[in-house]
């Protein structure tokens, strides 16, 4: 199958700083790419959709200007957690779709795990 | 809207014997449905997808999964269990844009 990739694996940070985090499709385009938190021995909850060249579509309570996603290319989106706090601390997931057909199936990152101290 | 619950948070069972992660779901029109596990400190794998045709889909690591439209359920199965099946899965369906997921069960397989 497509193999979906993120940097960093793990991040730890101070409260207060940014981090970005990095989600690239490997061996296919990628129109459509998903965000995704998961906290611990939860579900995943989807943060943002964004297509590439176009603004991201943020789910209800998701601070747009905290978590500022890029989608400049077809195989990159980036997520950056601005001023982070203690509270951002999860699980993220990225996930990269081809096309917008019902059935495309999604392939997800390895995830990154933030540490805000 | 789309959606799927999964009603056990966890499942135990002994290796060997046979295994049902339960899944429902609830969708307007035609039901796209996955499954996916997840290991500790990973993304999510595929498992499997039904979207249309045979009832029974069969899918990775021996895994398979019954659509059944009149329960509306989309049960995981496998005849067999092994401790390695030890993980966190994810029943999922495809919404308007983007994939609605459980709230997740965790297996445990006992030797």
């Known amino acids: 199958g497509a193999v979906v990739s993120q940097h960093p694996s793990r991040v730890i940070c101070k409260s207060g700083t940014s981090v970005k985090i990095e989600c690239r499709s490997l061996d296919f385009q990628a129109t459509t790419m998903f965000w995704y938190r998961q906290f611990p021995k939860q579900s995943l909850m989807l943060m943002a959709t964004?297509?590439?060249?176009?603004?991201?579509?943020?789910e209800q309570g998701v601070e747009k200007d905290k978590f500022l996603i890029n989608h400049a290319s077809l195989t990159l989106s980036t997520l950056t957690v601005t001023s982070a706090h203690p509270e951002d601390s999860s699980f993220y997931i990225c996930s990269a779709r081809v096309g917008t057909s019902f059935g495309n199936e999604q392939f997800f990152g390895p995830g990154t795990r933030l540490t805000v101290l | 809207a789309q959606s799927v619950a999964q009603p056990e948070d966890q499942v135990n069972v002994a290796e060997g014997n046979p295994l049902t992660v339960k899944c429902t779901y609830s969708?307007?029109?035609?039901?796209?449905l996955f499954w996916y596990v997840q290991y500790p400190n990973r993304g999510l794998q595929f498992l499997l997808k039904?979207?249309?045709?045979?009832?029974l889909v069969k899918g990775s690591y021996g895994f398979e999964a019954e659509f059944n439209k009149s329960q509306t359920s989309f049960h995981l199965k496998k005849p067999s269990a092994l401790v390695s099946d030890s993980a966190l899965y994810f029943c999922?369906?495809?919404?308007?844009?983007?994939?609605?997921f459980g709230a997740g069960t965790r297996l445990t397989v006992k030797p």
């Open positions: 964004s297509n590439e060249g176009s603004k991201a579509t943020y």
């Open positions: 999922a369906v495809r919404g308007l844009n983007d994939m609605r």
């Open positions: 969708v307007s029109g035609n039901p796209y």
């Open positions: 039904y979207i249309t045709g045979d009832n």
